[in-house]
């Protein structure tokens, strides 16, 4: 029998975790063995005391799901807690719920049910989800598709902003997860763009479906602008992302990596040029300059001017042009745009 392994860490949740616990209780399906590992990541509200009563309950009344809470002996961050489950788990499968997201009833059956339909068992299965606050779609998958990610396709989704680059709302086969080690990245922000590169980066098949099986809930409001501490942590994970990535390159590398890493870079130095004083972070100055250099040679190396134009407004004087408020709105629209040319005319 198949088993899955639920992971949700837990850390001040009081006004979500209820809901999120609900939804899983909503996912039992008889066929699959379904295991639920809950993470104290020592919350100094009553979380943990909410979903401890919530399973107890559930477990009175002949619930079939497995529960099991791991402690951590200190605060340490979802990261750190995804890690200490993964390594405790025993499913085929690992699936990453946020303790403020929900799952939609009978996802984990749909899950599986397609996963029956495909031959083997694929990497990688990943649903659509939607966000609450604006009823935003996350990812464009337009109907179900099976992906032999031999030559990069999957990839190249992750890259291209096509599917969101989220830990959530995949099915991750357990060995793949071993055999690459693929585990979170610990201490930094936006690790999810890091973790989403490596896994479709080593996946060997990806199935994607096109229903919402996840509810995102956006309610992490806090401006990147808010601390001079935060802001510096931000530029520095966002380093060791691009510099993780460019280590790591593709076998096939098309334009769309190197917009991906400079849509990284670029929110990076923008929270530089605008919110820290140069002279008090030399060392992330210097980062972010070196950064530049390696993805401005690499992307000329590889044939695509239009890209290092790209690229160039980063550096003075056009960087002047970054600080334009279209520029900034519609940086996206700019990189997908330079990223299709460039897909057309290289060398």
Known sequence: MLKISIIIPIYNVHDYIGRCLESIFMQEYPEVAIECIL??????????????????DYKCRGGIIQFEVLRLPENKGHCAARNAAVRIASGDYYLFVDSDDYLEQGSIKYFVDELNTV????????????????????????????????????????????LAHSSWNKLV?????????????????????????????????????PRITYFYENNNLQSITKT???SLKFIRSRLFICNQILVNPPRIIL????????????KAFDVFENHINASDASAERDGICQLKHNLLHSAWRKGYPLLCCLILTTYKPFYYIVKLKAFRIHIYFFIRTAVTASRRFHF
């Not at 334009?255 to 670029?266: A, M, N, Q, R, T």
């Open 228 to 230: 001079k501490t935060y």
């Open 39 to 56: 993470v104290d990541d020592c919350s100094s509200d009553d979380s943990m005391e909410i979903a401890e009563r919530m399973v107890s």
């Open 173 to 209: 086969k357990a060995n793949v997860f071993a055999d690459y080690e693929l585990y979170f990245s610990e201490g930094i922000i936006n690790e999810d763009l890091l973790w989403s590169y490596m896994l479709f980066l080593h996946a060997r098949s990806i199935l994607l479906l």
């Open 119 to 162: 031959d083997g068992r694929p990497d990688v299965v990943m649903a659509n989800a939607i966000s609450t606050c604006d009823q935003r779609i996350l990812s464009t998958i337009p109907h179900k598709q099976f992906i032999d990610n031999s030559n990069c396709e999957g990839l190249n989704l992750i890259l291209s902003r096509m």
């Open 255 to 266: 334009p769309e990596y190197f917009g991906y890493v400079f849509s990284i870079l670029h």
